[in-house]
């Protein structure tokens, strides 16, 4: 099915215009007599991909704008998300900054999430624990790496790198105090607009966790100002340290990439796992 098949179910009839630029769905804004609407459809996807995304999005509601969700489910074997459409216009990094730690402010007893979700297309396990350092390894580097190797992406040194990174992890993170924190989980600049004066966060990952890693993630692809990171090191502080821990946030982010668009992210992957 298509598009207008999806729409068809939904009694929607009005003018289709494909978005550009999705990486994993068929975006479309859709132009009825009565309003605009955004639609995300993933032919073939799973039953419950969208419903990850839209339990995400109700998480954060109550700390920033997120869009309206009006509908979600399957269309034979497509997978569809109707959302409301929101005009982009130009906004303040310090506003985005101020936001963003206002969703970090929201701290839970454990990490992870009640249930597992998505990072992309790719799975994100969210299995509950008060451990970081084993959080971290076991639910975020080690499920990409694996992905990796059945992608035929991982190599013996990568390997032998990646075993001296987890002791390190380990031993160096063990004392550390981490606070779990409301994450959007995937933070680059693609899932954030500005539209009528507010700031929206889009397509999250969420989960308790680390709040240095979306700052990681917000450092690693562009798009984000001096003035955004500079913003929230005033309005919440990162602790001593998240610097240097940064570069190992930022390799569950590049593993992804690697294992959704392939070896053109080894380079970047190497880069960080030659440091040990």
């Given at each position: 099915?298509g598009?207008?098949?999806?729409?068809?179910?939904?009694?929607?009839?009005?003018q289709?215009?494909?978005i550009?630029?999705?990486?994993?769905?068929?975006?479309?804004?859709?132009?009825?007599?009565?309003?605009?609407?955004?639609?995300k459809?993933?032919?073939?996807?799973?039953?419950?991909?969208?419903?990850?995304?839209?339990?995400?999005?109700?998480?954060?509601?109550?700390?920033?704008?997120?869009?309206?969700?009006?509908?979600?489910?399957?269309a034979?074997?497509?997978?569809?998300?109707?959302?409301?459409?929101?005009?982009?216009?130009?906004?303040?990094?310090?506003?985005?900054?101020?936001?963003?730690?206002?969703?970090?402010?929201?701290?839970?007893?454990?990490?992870?999430?009640?249930?597992?979700?998505?990072?992309?297309?790719?799975p994100?396990?969210?299995?509950?624990?008060?451990?970081?350092?084993?959080?971290?390894?076991?639910?975020?580097l080690?499920?990409?790496?694996?992905?990796?190797?059945?992608?035929?992406?991982?190599?013996?040194?990568?390997?032998?790198?990646?075993?001296?990174?987890?002791?390190?992890?380990?031993?160096?993170?063990?004392?550390?105090?981490?606070?779990?924190?409301?994450?959007?989980?995937?933070?680059?600049s693609?899932?954030?607009?500005?539209?009528?004066?507010?700031?929206?966060?889009?397509?999250?990952?969420?989960?308790?966790?680390?709040?240095?890693?979306?700052?990681?993630?917000?450092?690693?692809?562009?798009?984000?100002?001096?003035?955004?990171?500079?913003?929230?090191?005033?309005?919440?502080?990162l602790?001593?340290?998240w610097?240097?821990?940064?570069?190992?946030?930022?390799?569950?982010?590049?593993?992804?990439?690697?294992?959704?668009?392939?070896?053109?992210?080894?380079?970047?992957?190497?880069?960080?796992?030659?440091?040990?």
């Amino acid at each position: 099915m298509g598009v207008r098949q999806v729409m068809a179910q939904l009694n929607l009839d009005g003018q289709v215009l494909p978005i550009a630029g999705g990486d994993v769905n068929q975006n479309f804004r859709i132009n009825t007599s009565e309003s605009s609407y955004f639609i995300k459809l993933q032919p073939n996807g799973r039953p419950d991909f969208f419903s990850a995304e839209v339990d995400g999005l109700a998480a954060l509601a109550p700390f920033v704008r997120v869009p309206k969700v009006y509908d979600w489910g399957q269309a034979d074997q497509d997978s569809y998300l109707l959302m409301e459409w929101l005009e982009p216009e130009a906004g303040s990094q310090a506003e985005l900054a101020r936001a963003l730690a206002q969703v970090h402010r929201q701290t839970a007893e454990t990490f992870g999430w009640p249930e597992d979700n998505f990072m992309g297309i790719l799975p994100q396990v969210n299995a509950q624990t008060d451990d970081w350092p084993l959080f971290f390894i076991t639910c975020r580097l080690d499920v990409q790496v694996e992905l990796a190797k059945l992608h035929n992406v991982w190599h013996d040194k990568r390997e032998a790198h990646y075993l001296r990174l987890k002791e390190f992890i380990q031993k160096d993170w063990a004392p550390r105090t981490v606070t779990p924190s409301l994450l959007h989980g995937d933070f680059w600049s693609g899932n954030v607009l500005f539209s009528k004066g507010k700031v929206v966060f889009l397509d999250p990952a969420v989960s308790f966790g680390d709040r240095e890693l979306d700052i990681a993630m917000s450092q690693l692809f562009g798009g984000f100002t001096d003035e955004f990171l500079a913003t929230y090191l005033a309005e919440f502080p990162l602790p001593e340290g998240w610097e240097a821990r940064q570069p190992i946030y930022q390799l569950y982010y590049l593993l992804v990439h690697l294992n959704q668009f392939g070896e053109s992210y080894g380079s970047q992957v190497d880069r960080i796992l030659q440091n040990f």
